[in-house]
């Protein structure tokens, strides 16, 4: 049923230079309630797709809905009335280096809701027990470390109460403790405010034990889907050498260049 | 060589469309930022909070150089005057050289130099660390947000602190001629009231002042807003801020000096 799909994207295409296509011809289609992956290599355009969804860029061809609207066909106004509904989380968290904690969280509420100061105090509070992080309300951006920023991003995120997660690179640079801590964040509050997340990822395993399904992108082209099991166990060469991370395969390891030979002028020496 | 010739026309070309873009850039986004002011009106705890960083923190240096700028002012005009007997007019020397043209002018570059290099500093590490973006994504509109009440706390602060130079300057003047030459006080004031117009020099000198801080708050505001988002991209940015500013300051002061003696 098409209501059940929160994101319908329908032959999708982008580019800057019409020469060189960022996307070309993406569909997918994201169910209300599910953890859904977009994965590739680095340049693979899942960013770009992200950007799509978010209404940040418009699609050059095909449709991109989510909740029934068409993003590419609404105004700004009609972008921000839908971006209320979303929370996004960005890579390095991108706080507001002059906010404190609990203003980071609070700005949303301040901004989009004409809620007293002691209910947004209380709000506040709960987004942040909710990252386990209300003991640093009063830190300040640069006092915290890397795993916890991205947390209280991810407060900021949810403060209120989005439709629609989606997370940008989320487990880069992060330790182990501080990456599983993120990933269970993911899934329970998705499952918790009944939401739909997308995570853009290339860190495999962590997306493959979180996500309940996966699109992989590579070159701008949708070239594999399925659940992580069945992609794990997909024998496409390229999905198989990004999900076991082999170093050379249909993604060369060597960036194009000329011979090495060549490079290394050892014909001129041969002949001089 | 023709080949040659054929690429520098296209650079020049590719060069002076480069220009004409960004100056279309700039001019839209000055006339958005002046659209999308209600906010700031509407919230003026936002610009409240600039006029801090870009006015109050601007004091010391705008107070101190004024104090420097018109003791030099006391000493160069005594020895000036002096020749020709009428060192009396050393107040009106010092008043009038720093009401329509120091006091503007300098309060101007010290406040590229030190408030218009930190707003394009902090826009351009907001955008470098995805603040800008960040917002946008929780429909908060940046310009009217972040843009729009530095401007103002910018347009405001700039005349102000210029009106502090020139007060300071003539009390830097007043301690080198009178406390410390010996110029008689009585006619360093009274001289200086008589001679002192108020349309002719104060209004001008204000009017010059408030082009400036539109100006280089323009600049500054644009140079971060554009900048690449990079260390390179923000330090490049912030280099741009003050030599365009500085430059700015000095082209419009020569045009606005020569509108203004125009009557004259």
Redesign the interface.
């Known amino acids: 049923m098409a209501t059940d799909n929160l994101i319908e994207i329908s032959n999708v295409d982008y580019w800057y230079d019409k020469r060189r296509a960022i996307l070309s011809g993406i569909d997918m289609v994201i169910p209300r309630g599910k953890v859904v992956a977009i994965m590739g290599i680095s340049g693979s355009g899942k960013t770009t797709l992200l950007r799509l969804i978010?209404g940040?860029m418009k699609a050059r061809k095909g449709e991109v809905k989510v909740d029934g609207k068409l993003v590419n066909k609404l105004d700004s106004a009609g972008i921000?009335?839908m971006?209320?509904r979303?929370g996004?989380l960005?890579?390095?968290g991108?706080?507001?280096?002059d906010l404190s904690v609990f203003d980071n969280v609070a700005?949303?509420m301040r901004?989009?809701s004409n809620l007293t100061e002691r209910m947004i105090r209380d709000l506040v509070f709960m987004k942040l027990h909710a990252v386990g992080l209300r003991g640093a309300h009063r830190l300040m951006p640069s006092e915290l470390s890397g795993g916890m920023a991205r947390r209280v991003?991810l407060a900021r995120a949810i403060a209120l109460d989005p439709m629609l997660m989606?997370y940008d690179e989320p487990f880069t640079g992060l330790d182990p403790i501080s990456l599983g801590v993120i990933r269970n964040l993911i899934r329970r509050l998705n499952d918790a405010l009944g939401a739909t997340s997308i995570v853009v990822t290339h860190d495999v395993q962590e997306a493959l034990d979180l996500v309940d399904y996966v699109y992989y992108l590579s070159d701008g082209k949708m070239v594999a889907q399925g659940t992580p099991e069945e992609m794990r166990a997909m024998k496409e060469p390229l999905v198989h050498q990004f999900v076991y991370g082999e170093a050379d395969g249909p993604v060369p390891f060597q960036y194009p260049s000329k011979q090495y030979a060549e490079d290394l002028k050892l014909g001129a020496r041969h002949h001089g | 060589m023709a080949e040659r010739a054929v690429f520098s026309v296209r650079r020049l070309g590719h060069t002076t469309s480069d220009i004409v873009i960004r100056l279309g850039y700039a001019v839209r986004f000055i006339v958005l930022t002046l659209l999308h002011s209600g906010t700031s009106f509407r919230r003026f705890g936002l610009i409240i909070r600039e006029l801090y960083y870009t006015g109050v923190q601007s004091l010391i240096i705008i107070l101190v150089s004024g104090l420097f700028v018109g003791m030099v002012l006391g000493f160069q005009g005594y020895h000036t005057l002096q020749t020709y007997g009428s060192e009396s007019a050393l107040g009106v020397l010092v008043a009038l050289s720093l009401v329509r043209e120091l006091g503007p002018v300098v309060a101007g570059l010290l406040f590229a130099s030190r408030a218009g290099s930190a707003i394009t500093a902090e826009i351009g590490l907001m955008k470098a660390t995805e603040q800008l973006s960040a917002m946008e994504m929780m429909a908060v509109d940046p310009i009217s947000r972040v843009v729009a009440p530095r401007f103002w706390a910018g347009f405001i602060s700039m005349p102000l602190l210029a009106a502090m130079f020139s007060a300071m300057g003539i009390f830097g003047g007043y301690l080198v001629g009178v406390v410390l030459i010996g110029v008689d006080e009585g006619s360093f004031w009274s001289q200086m009231q008589s001679a002192v117009d108020f349309r002719e020099d104060i209004v001008n000198g204000v009017i010059k002042s408030v082009v400036f801080g539109f100006a280089v708050t323009w600049i500054a505001l644009f140079q971060g807003y554009d900048a690449p988002p990079t260390a390179e991209g923000v330090s490049g940015a912030t280099t741009r801020t003050v030599v365009t500013s500085s430059l700015a300051i000095l082209g419009l002061d020569f045009l606005l000096t020569s509108l203004m003696f125009r009557g004259i």
């Open positions: 978010g940040v921000y009335e971006r209320r979303m996004m960005f890579q390095f991108a706080l507001f280096t700005f949303q901004e989009h991003a989606l």
